[in-house]
């Protein structure tokens, strides 16, 4: 009869965690949706002017350099554009509200 007691004083707390398992109180947390970046962002960079094999003239120079700065700069607006977009993204994921 003691063994009896025991076993159910035992088997009673086992009960009791099997029918918590079965409800649900919390819910299920959404993953994070990640934001995708503006595909202008992922351009590749134009390449160097072209200057052939041929001598060039002081104009053919200059306005081949002014083509290469033009190009240069948007490729670095464009890519500060995308570090600073990866910045705010990561920062909302991690729920911090400035940069």
């Known amino acids: 009869m003691k063994l009896s007691?025991?076993?159910?004083?035992?088997a009673l707390p086992l009960a009791l965690?099997?029918?918590s398992a079965s409800t649900k109180s919390?819910?299920?947390v959404k993953p994070p949706q990640i934001a995708r970046p503006d595909s202008a962002l992922l351009k590749a960079c134009a390449r160097p002017a072209d200057?052939?094999?041929e001598p060039l003239t002081?104009?053919?120079v200059e306005d081949l350099w002014i083509t290469d700065r033009e190009a240069?700069?948007?490729?670095?607006r464009r890519h500060l554009a995308l570090r600073n977009f990866i910045i705010d993204r990561d920062n909302a994921l991690r729920g911090e509200g400035g940069k």
């Open 5 to 10: 007691k025991i076993l159910m004083l035992a």
């Open 17 to 19: 965690a099997a029918c």
């Open 26 to 28: 919390v819910s299920p």
């Open 51 to 53: 200057l052939g094999t």
């Open 58 to 60: 002081q104009e053919q």
């Open 72 to 76: 240069l700069l948007a490729c670095y």
